[in-house]
T-cell receptor
Framework: EAQVTQNPRYLITVTGKKLTVTCSQN?????MSWYRQDPGLGLRQIYY???????DKGDVPEGYKVSRKEKRNFPLILESPSPNQTSLYFC????????????FGPGTRLTVT | RKEVEQDPGPFNVPEGATVAFNCTYS??????FFWYRQDCRKEPKLLMS???SGNEDGRFTAQLNRASQYISLLIRDSKLSDSATYLC???????????FGTGTSLTVIP
């Protein structure tokens, strides 16, 4: 089954404790992205990648890191989480080039206390 | 100014009604346009891409007006299952950078 998976689905952590949210897709897609969704603000792009080893900042990259060492995986790293990073996070992938239709993972609900 | 703006609603319509949503975008260089559907904090799912000539998929019709920089979604014969938040999404066409509207909430009432 074609899908985007994210782990964990729910995470409660404390300020400053490094964490990684994994994202994996099995559709051989070139493009991948991370978004956060907050009430009243909609989905905002954090980072995106157009291929292996090619990443770029989206609209809200501060406090986040990403890497794209393999085509299928695109982990999101929070080196020192803060309460303002409490949010719902989505990973997405698309075929790329002229095919921009995105497929989303189920989301990760992160709470930083 | 926001890249993409949508009327948040809520739109409450009876079953069988026709409802239309509009979305405006600010960057005239935008190239690709989409409507996504999101159910109660679940992942967004692609409803349809929006083409310059307009396109239709069953009860759903999408239109693009480049001159006025807006896109629209028309839902005919609304079903209870259409209740969701509809997200307007724009891609500038220079790669993988997307801008989402905050969504329009639709509730279809029996």
């Amino acid at each position: 089954e074609a899908q985007v998976t994210q782990n964990p689905r729910y995470l409660i952590t404390v300020t400053g404790k490094k964490l990684t949210v994994t994202c994996s897709q099995n559709m051989n897609h070139e493009y991948m992205s991370w978004y956060r969704q907050d009430p009243g603000l909609g989905l905002r792009q954090i980072y995106y990648s157009m291929n292996v080893e090619v990443t770029d900042k989206g609209d809200v990259p501060e406090g986040y890191k990403v890497s794209r060492k393999e085509k299928r995986n695109f982990p999101l790293i929070l080196e020192s989480p803060s309460p303002n990073q409490t949010s719902l996070y989505f990973c997405a992938s698309s075929r790329g080039r002229t095919h921009y239709e995105q497929y989303f993972g189920p989301g990760t609900r992160l709470t930083v206390t | 100014r926001k890249e993409v703006e949508q009327d948040p609603g809520p739109f409450n319509v009876p079953e069988g009604a026709t409802v239309a949503f509009n979305c405006t975008y600010s960057n005239s260089a935008s190239q690709s346009f989409f409507w996504y559907r999101q159910d109660c904090r679940k992942e967004p799912k692609l409803l349809m891409s929006v083409y310059s000539s307009g396109n239709e998929d069953g009860r759903f019709t999408a239109q693009l007006n480049r001159a006025s920089q807006y896109i629209s979604l028309l839902i005919r014969d609304s079903k209870l299952s259409d209740s969701a938040t509809y997200l307007c999404v724009v891609n500038r066409g220079t790669g993988n950078q997307f801008y989402f509207g905050t969504g329009t909430s639709l509730t279809v009432i029996p």
